[in-house]
């Protein structure tokens, strides 16, 4: 309708301007437009009837406009309108046709699939209208793109899509070629993220407008899991919290079963209740990580009767669960039952190692759990050397002036440049009472402490969970979500409490104290640095060990899921990453290792290895590069061919001396991208035409697509002037315009 009325397409007006070619000066028609307007004006007033006030006013006005209207539309084509506009030249400029050529291009709809579709959208006419006007070329995409000669050559059978990373090669390999514009049919649906902003500025720097044919239903009846976050390491025979976030449409309000699988035993399941059709939902999950070794974990939400796509409901993540020794060094400040009770919480915990010294009078101590006779014999540490070497840090009823500046810094510099963890309990000599608020440690508290001493309250309160500490690790005693609440109201009550102020804003409260009619922080958690700090405060969790009956491990439970988690993400000096150990039809693998010397300084000039060990005797041996905006980072780069485990053995060197060793294991899979996200992405059709100058198109409006494309202004192209004073909608106007003055004269009675 635009080009009948318009003449061109919108694309042409919008790319254009508005010129007028006559050679008389544009100020005469401005004096003639204000001229007409006024005769007009005055003609209407001295001819409309005195008698009728009502037409002087609203009436006269709409009389007025529709002359003044047709006067100036007339006058103006005088001056002969035009609109210039950049045109490519025919035959000098190369348009590439480009196909999505993967596996979800071969789902059938309404007895074709997509890539027949996009086929017979061709070649019903829209291909040789292209190629009577430009040079085509003909390309495949799926990982990349690839030249054909036909479009017999398309299969439909490619494990992935990347059109990001095939339009940037688009533009990377035709540089020296007049591109005029890009014709892209797919169904959306990308296993790499999206089209990043180098490739649409690869696009924008040369001019070259994406035009976007859409394939495919938009939306399923069906259920798909969108991601899976969760650590990707482990302590053997720790909670794991894995946050599940999926969608649906047609199934809202129904009920469905969430499990998590490690190989075919079940760890873990939980209902869930469908929310609103679209939208993302998210639910967690907290089981046991078992032994030790790499566990591929299935997430899976149970097939719905009359779903479409059942290859979508579940997800793979790798963890790797590790058994090596932890330490915590644990200061207390006086003799106390909560002093052997936590100890003897870690008695069964083949992980985590205590090491204590308790101050048993003003220049005593007494210590437990030393590896040698040397380990504390001269009191709390004073060197790096000496403290880095635990992973966690327990200080109980002990004053802050105990320890001596220089102590008190290198606490801070453990948590936050070692990425330790720090625990501080309720006690006499604790936390407010012990002067920690105005110590310069207060930066690491996850709180701000009351300015005041008298916090620590010998009297009764009881324990509720708040909604945070209902989905962490550390407060699970039960597997049931609903039954842990009530399990924790349940637990005796505390015999005494310390009011540790206002949690800080990157705070998380988890259990609150319950004391009359308030409700009062008790343990509270915060991420510092590299590191965590948290306080539990309170000297009596031994109250619930001693009332509870003797088979129940509740207290046990608590402290040991609270000092795994103080210590379980503390990194050694070699500490490797990978941004995702599942790499779903990708072969492309990026390692990232963040190197330190013994002062956990980075260190720049170590020289970094990674080995590559993966199934069928596959082995290399890369050598990681420095980063050069982050020193003591090394990166590197590898190609994992085949499917399979892989696991990578990081070293890192410093001249003879061995720095540290590190490993990671990650896993291939092959056959599951396309599986998601198979309804047409037209989102993103739509975002990467805007963003290029492109237009998005349904299949059967492609009639029109080579009279549009030659407005372009990349490749070869010239200016032209087209001519408006024979568009139809200036006829209908000039015929609009006194008809419609003369019917509104004569219903008024002015005829």
């Not at 105990?402 to 006690?427: N, S």
């Not at 005693?477 to 800080?504: F, S, V």
């Not at 300084?601 to 082995?619: C, I, N, R, S």
């Not at 290399?620 to 190609?639: H, K, L």
Request: net charge neutral; glycine share 8%.
């Amino acid at each position: 309708m635009f080009e009948f009325l318009f003449k061109y397409p919108a694309s042409a007006f919008s790319r254009g301007e508005l010129v007028l070619l006559a050679n008389w000066p544009r100020w005469i028609l401005g004096v003639l437009l204000l001229a007409t307007s006024a005769g007009f004006a005055l003609l209407l007033r001295s001819k409309l009837p005195k008698t009728l006030p009502a037409l002087r006013s609203w009436r006269m006005a709409v009389l007025w406009f529709l002359q003044t209207a047709l006067a100036a539309l007339l006058l103006t084509l005088l001056w002969q309108p035009a609109l210039m506009v950049a045109e490519l030249k025919p035959q000098q400029n190369i348009i590439a046709v480009v196909v999505d050529d993967s596996r979800s291009m071969g789902i059938t709809e309404s007895g074709s699939t997509r890539k027949a579709e996009a086929v017979k959208a061709l070649e019903s006419g829209v291909l040789s209208d292209l190629q009577k006007r430009f040079q085509t070329r003909l390309y495949r995409m799926d990982s990349k793109l690839n030249r054909v000669n036909g479009l017999d050559e398309l299969h439909a059978a490619a494990p992935v899509t990347r059109i990001g990373d095939s339009l940037k090669q688009l533009a990377d390999e035709t540089t020296d070629l007049p591109i005029g514009a890009v014709v892209l049919l797919s169904d959306g649906s990308d296993n790499s993220g999206g089209v990043d902003l180098d490739t649409i500025s690869a696009l924008r720097s040369r001019h070259i407008p994406v035009h976007t044919v859409g394939f495919g239903r938009e939306q399923y009846q069906d259920v798909e899991i969108n991601d899976v976050s969760l650590p990707a390491r482990a302590l053997a025979d720790s909670r794991l919290a894995a946050s599940v976030s999926f969608h649906q449409r047609g199934y809202a309000g129904r009920k469905g079963m969430l499990a998590v699988r490690d190989g075919a035993k079940v760890l873990t399941t939980r209902e869930i209740t469908f929310g609103p059709d679209g939208n993302i939902q998210t639910e967690n999950l907290l089981f046991n990580a078992g032994a030790a070794g790499a566990k591929p974990l299935s997430f899976s939400i149970d097939p719905l009767p009359g779903e479409e796509n059942r290859a979508n409901n579940a997800l793979t993540r790798l963890v790797d669960v590790r058994s090596e020794k932890r330490r915590i060094l644990y200061i207390e400040g006086e003799p106390r039952w909560e002093y052997k009770f936590v100890r003897r919480a870690e008695d069964d915990d083949r992980i985590v190692q205590i090491s204590s010294m308790m101050r048993t009078s003003e220049n005593k101590i007494y210590r437990q759990g030393i590896a040698d006779s040397k380990e504390l014999a001269e009191g709390f540490p004073n060197k790096v050397e000496d403290l880095f070497p635990y992973q966690g840090i327990i200080i109980g009823s002990v004053e802050a002036n105990y320890f001596t500046p220089e102590q008190q810094e290198l606490i801070k510099e453990f948590v936050d440049r070692r990425g330790g963890g720090l625990l501080m309990l309720g006690g006499r000599y604790s936390l407010a009472d012990g002067a920690w608020g105005v110590s310069s440690m207060a930066d690491l508290l996850p709180v701000v402490l009351p300015n005041r001493k008298g916090t620590f309250h010998r009297e009764q309160a009881t324990v509720e969970l708040t909604p945070a500490g209902a989905e962490s690790i550390i407060c699970r005693l039960l597997e049931d979500p609903a039954k842990n609440i009530e399990r924790w109201k349940k637990l005796p009550p505390l015999i005494d409490y310390q009011e540790i102020g206002t949690p800080k804003p990157g705070a998380a409260v988890l259990v609150e104290a319950k004391v009359g009619s308030r409700n009062l922080p008790l343990l509270a958690t915060e991420n510092y640095g590299r590191g965590r700090t948290a306080i539990m405060a309170t000297s009596s969790t031994w109250h619930w060990r001693m009332l509870l009956p003797v088979g129940d491990k509740s207290q046990e439970e608590f402290w040991q899921q609270l000092l795994r988690w103080l210590i379980s993400d503390s990194p050694g000096r070699v500490y490797s990453s990978i941004p995702n150990p599942m790499l779903f039809d990708d072969s492309h693998v990026r390692v990232s290792v963040d190197v330190r010397d013994k002062k956990y300084m980075p260190l720049g000039d170590a020289q970094v290895e990674a080995h590559f060990l993966g199934p069928q005797k596959t082995a290399a041996m890369v050598e990681m590069t420095p980063d050069p905006n982050s020193p003591g980072i090394f990166n590197a780069e590898w190609t994992a061919e085949k499917p399979g485990t892989y696991t990578v053995e990081i070293s890192a060197k410093r001249a003879d001396e061995d720095v540290g060793r590190d490993t990671l294991m990650f896993q291939r899979i092959d056959g599951v991208a396309e599986n998601f996200r198979t309804e047409q992405n037209r989102d993103l059709l739509e975002k990467l035409a805007s963003q290029t100058g492109g237009r998005y198109w349904q299949p059967q409006e492609l009639s029109k697509l080579a009279d549009e494309i030659p407005y372009s202004e990349a490749g070869i192209t010239i200016r032209q002037a087209k001519s408006l004073w024979n568009m139809p909608v200036i006829f209908l106007l000039i015929l609009l315009l006194p008809s419609s003055e003369w019917l509104l004269r004569r219903k008024w009675g002015l005829v």
